[in-house]
T-cell receptor, first 111, second 112 residues
């Protein structure tokens, strides 16, 4: 089972560039999430989705946009990258309000 | 304000030396408490979910317990492969699934 798959795994961006992180899950989960993890800060929720075509803001949504066009995919976009967005990004999914399962992470550096 | 505090931040054990990690929480009402293991360069791996005070769950050398104010992750006779960061998270009543609150983790090192 692939579970939750994120691409790309590593990316370096210049300030002001845009990019999209792709998340795919093969567990038929309704809920999907994007978190960021920074040293000393723990995991913080950026955006989440409770179903295809729906999205909602989490704790730190500024500077990010998301889309859930298909149930199995959840995209995280950075329209104009900033050095403060250097982080490790984790996608996750769950079957309703139950245990959340995480992907392997995407390391993003903005220079 | 809902919050989760894990202690200690780091713990170094000798192989076979049992110990416990603490997760204390302050929430309006607990819907569930989750424990995860995270290896360097990897995503969090689910370990346990606890829903009510008095509940206990076990998996190999790990045992998680829950009270009304805190949860413990007991590690019995740890091995070097148990070295990882252990994360605790809580889901509170009155919040959506988007309100899962994570602690900052305890980094466990087990030396042979």
């Amino acid at each position: 089972n692939a579970g939750v798959t994120q691409t790309p795994k590593f990316r370096v961006l210049k300030t002001g560039q845009s990019m999209t992180l792709l998340c795919a899950q093969d567990m038929n989960h309704e809920y999907m999430y994007w978190y960021r993890q920074d040293p000393g800060m723990g995991l913080r929720l950026i955006h989440y989705s409770v179903g295809e075509g729906t999205t909602a803001k989490g704790e730190v949504p500024d500077g990010y946009n998301v889309s859930r066009l298909k149930k199995q995919n959840f995209l995280l976009g950075l329209e104009s990258a900033a050095p403060s967005q250097t982080s490790v990004y984790f996608c996750a999914s769950s079957r309703g309000e139950n245990t959340i399962y995480f992907g392997e992470g995407s390391w993003l550096t903005v220079v | 304000e809902d919050q989760v505090t894990q202690s200690p931040e780091a713990l170094r054990l000798q192989e076979g030396e049992s110990s416990s990690l603490n997760c204390s929480y302050t929430v309006s009402g607990l819907r569930g408490l989750f424990w995860y293991r995270q290896d360097p360069g990897k995503g969090p791996e689910f370990l346990f979910t606890l829903y009510s005070a008095g509940e206990e769950k076990e998996k190999e050398r790990l045992k998680a317990t829950l009270t009304k104010k805190e949860s413990f992750l007991h590690i019995t006779a740890p091995k070097p492969e148990d070295s990882a960061t252990y994360l605790c998270a809580v889901l509170a009543y009155g919040g959506s699934q988007g309100n899962l609150i994570f602690g900052k983790g305890t980094k466990l090192s087990v030396k042979p």
